[in-house]
C-alpha cells in the first residue's frame, strides 16, 4: 500500500473532506553512479563550508536570501508558519469547463483520496458531480515549502489533482522560437494533401502500444557491456523535408500510407498484400530457408517502412519496436 505524500482537508463551499495524495505515475530512469574514469571510485556530492572548506551537517543548514548587501536568513519551520492553513487545507475557489484549461498548464497528477470510509460516500459525490458536469475544480495550497495551483477532476471513478503551471510562467513561443511562419497560408493542394497523410495514418488511442524503448535500450548497453559484447547502433536521424520537395513528400507518403503492398514491390520484391495476410498459403510449402530468406528482405528495409507493415498487419507495441524487432515480429507473425 501506498504512503500518501500529503495529508490535510478538502474543502469547498462549507464542505470539508480529510484526503490524502497518492503519486500517480513512475519513472522509467535508470539511475547511474557517478565514478571517477579508469577507477571504480564513486564521486559525492557534500555539502562544504566554501570559506573553511568543511563540510557542514544538513540540520546545521538554513536558507539566506541575497539581497546584495547582506543575507536574511530564514528557518525552515518560519516558512511553515507563515501559511499553516494553507499548507494543510486545498481550498477550491471555483469551477471551471475542463474543456477551457488549456493542456500547457497541466503540470503532474496526484491521486486523491478520502482519509476515512465514514468519508468516501462524500468523496464519490463530489466525483460523479465533476465526472458529469465535465468541470474541475480550482485550488491553490502549499506542500514542502511550495504553493501549488491545482485543478482537481474526476478520473476513472475517482478524484484526481493536477499541478498547474502559472500563468505568468508560460512563455510566449513567439518570443522563444525564432523560426514561426510569420504570414501567409499553406496553399490549398497542399493543406489537401496534408489532410489525407493525417487521414491514412489515423490510429486509435492505445496507451498500452508504447513503451520507453530509450530506456530498454539503455539497460540492454548496459547488459552487452557486462557480457563484452556490442549494441547495434541507431539509425541516423531522417533528413529535413525542403520547401521544395514538400509537396512531393507529401504525396509519395500519402501513397505509401494507402498502399495495400510493401514499398519493396516497386524493387522487384514478392510482397503479400494485407487482404492476404488471413488466407491459407498455397501448396507451396514454407521452408526454413524461405523464412531467412524474408526475414533478411524484411531487415533490407528502413524502420518507417517496417512500420508501415506494422501498422498494417495490425501488431499491436508496434510504436515501442526497435528496426529489428519489427521485422523479427513481421516475420514471425507470417509464418503463422
Known amino acids: 500500500m501506498a504512503r500518501p505524500v500529503w495529508t490535510g482537508v478538502l474543502s469547498f463551499g462549507l464542505v470539508s473532506i480529510p484526503i490524502a495524495l497518492y503519486t500517480a505515475t513512475d519513472s522509467h530512469t535508470i539511475h547511474f553512479h557517478q565514478l571517477q574514469r579508469g577507477t571504480s571510485d564513486r564521486i559525492r556530492n ?3 563550508n566554501e570559506r573553511t572548506g568543511e563540510p557542514v551537517e544538513l540540520e546545521e543548514i538554513v536558507k539566506g536570501f541575497d539581497t546584495g548587501e547582506e543575507y536574511v536568513l530564514v528557518e525552515p519551520k518560519e516558512l511553515d508558519e507563515i501559511v499553516p492553513g494553507r499548507s494543510k487545507t486545498i481550498e477550491i475557489s471555483g469551477f471551471v469547463d475542463l474543456d477551457t484549461v488549456d493542456p500547457i498548464f497541466f503540470d503532474k497528477t496526484y491521486y486523491l483520496g478520502p482519509k476515512g470510509k465514514e468519508y468516501a460516500k462524500v468523496y464519490g459525490l463530489l466525483e460523479q458531480a465533476l465526472e458529469e458536469s465535465n468541470r474541475a475544480g480550482i485550488a491553490t495550497f502549499v506542500m514542502r515549502g511550495r504553493e501549488y495551483l491545482v485543478a482537481l477532476k474526476a478520473e476513472k471513478e475517482l478524484l484526481a489533482v493536477h499541478t498547474l ?3 505568468d510562467e508560460i512563455r510566449d513561443p513567439h518570443q522563444e522560437i525564432p523560426d514561426l511562419p510569420q504570414t ?8 489537401k494533401m496534408a489532410h489525407q497523410l493525417i487521414d491514412a495514418l489515423a490510429i486509435d488511442w492505445q496507451p498500452e502500444d508504447y513503451r520507453d524503448v530509450y530506456q530498454e535500450q539503455v539497460a540492454a548497453l548496459i547488459t552487452a557491456k557486462q557480457a563484452g559484447e556490442t549494441v547495434e547502433k541507431a539509425e541516423p536521424a531522417p533528413k529535413a523535408t525542403g520547401a521544395v520537395d ?6 509519395a507518403s500519402v501513397e505509401r500510407a494507402r ?10 520484391t514478392s510482397t503479400t498484400s494485407t487482404k492476404d495476410a488471413g488466407r491459407k498459403p498455397p501448396a507451396k510449402k514454407r521452408t526454413g530457408s524461405s523464412r531467412t530468406s524474408r526475414s533478411a528482405s524484411l531487415r533490407s528495409l528502413t524502420k518507417a517502412e517496417l512500420y508501415e507493415k506494422a501498422s498494417k498487419a495490425g501488431i499491436r507495441g508496434r510504436s515501442g519496436m526497435s528496426h529489428d524487432e519489427l521485422a523479427d ?3 514471425r507473425a507470417r509464418s503463422d
Open 46 to 48: 557534500k555539502r562544504i
Open 165 to 167: 503551471h502559472w500563468s
Open 184 to 191: 501567409g497560408r499553406a496553399s490549398a493542394s497542399k493543406l
Open 246 to 251: 514538400l509537396m512531393e513528400a507529401l504525396r
Open 259 to 268: 498502399s495495400p503492398k510493401d514499398t519493396g514491390a516497386k524493387a522487384g
Open 329 to 331: 515480429t513481421l516475420t
